[in-house]
Nanobody, 117 residues
Framework: QVQLVESEGGLVQAGGSLRLSCATS????????VGWYRQAPGKQRELVAT???????NYEDSVKGRFTVSRDNAKNTVYLQMNSLKPEDTAIYYC???????????WGQGTQVTVSS
């Protein structure tokens, strides 16, 4: 079974930066699409960034220009660099993988990101 482990998030002030990582030992990330989701209190989980197996990236409109998803194949780790953070970015962040166009819903434990105003 695929297990994903997100790094610890944190508390930052608005305008600050954080980098999250997602790691696994069960699969090779470069063979899959990997996505970063987030879920804010009282809201549905939303997909904010994706890196496809071929390296193409996609972003939800609210994070474009601020978030960057990347992959280190040697470390089998996917990162989410978050800059210019806003209070509305406060959420629990999760990573997931997709195979054959379908998300596997193998969520990690999630990591809390809190942005203070």
């Amino acid at each position: 079974q695929v297990q994903l482990v997100e790094s610890e998030g944190g508390l930052v002030q608005a305008g600050g930066s954080l980098r999250l990582s997602c790691a696994t030992s069960r699969i090779v990330f470069s063979n899959y699409d990997v996505g970063w989701y987030r879920q804010a209190p009282g809201k549905q989980r939303e997909l904010v960034a994706t890196i496809r197996s071929g390296g193409t990236t996609n972003y939800e409109d609210s994070v474009k220009g601020r978030f960057t998803v990347s992959r280190d194949n040697a470390k089998n780790t996917v990162y989410l660099q978050m800059n210019s953070l806003k209070p509305e970015d406060t959420a629990i962040y999760y990573c997931d993988v997709a195979a054959n166009g379908r998300w596997l819903n193998v969520w990690g434990q999630g990591t809390q990101v809190t942005v203070s105003s």
